[in-house]
């Protein structure tokens, strides 16, 4: 029963993540204004539909029934990790292809910038749990609005703005990426049979 009600909800949050990522592709450049410290910061749509997919990706792992799942070992557990990483890919597949139209370095930018919000989305999901994943992008926002853009323009680690040529931004997605996997890899550790720490 609970494999049939994950399947389902793999495939609602595969169909909507095609949703957004076909609306990323059609106005994915038009900006909003974020206000931060009094100077406005140009986000384009593009940058949150991005993250509304890592978000959907790893909350679509979220139980209803989370006090059985902890007891999952075996095949259960492991599918945790394939879904995981199949919606993963699927995100960062949809993202890529929504950006491509408009040039391979702009399909770069918004892969870098998934990478980072789906490593913030996991960072809670190990924490606390999948259904709050959304607290880690919105937290990447602020951050990004707050300390990303000093005198009107990206920071060389502004993961979701800077050009795709900084080393510094490619780092800090990795490095989220990271521990957004070892958070989730730590909290999992005894559904999947390991001893807990």
Known sequence: MRLYVRSRR????GAVMAVLAVISAVIGTNMFTLVSRGDPVAVPYLLVLDAFIAVLAVGSLASPVPAMDRGDVGILARARWLHLAGMGVLGLVLVAAASLP??????????RAYLAWFGLALLVAGALRESLAAI?????FFVIAWFGHPAGAPT????????????GSWAVAVALLTAGLFACARRWRGGLGLPRP
């Open 10 to 13: 793999l495939l609602a949050a």
């Open 102 to 111: 408009r040039s391979g370095m702009c399909a770069l930018e918004a892969g």
């Open 136 to 140: 880690g992008p919105l937290a990447g």
């Open 156 to 167: 060389s680690w502004n993961w979701g703005q800077a050009p795709v040529t900084e080393a």
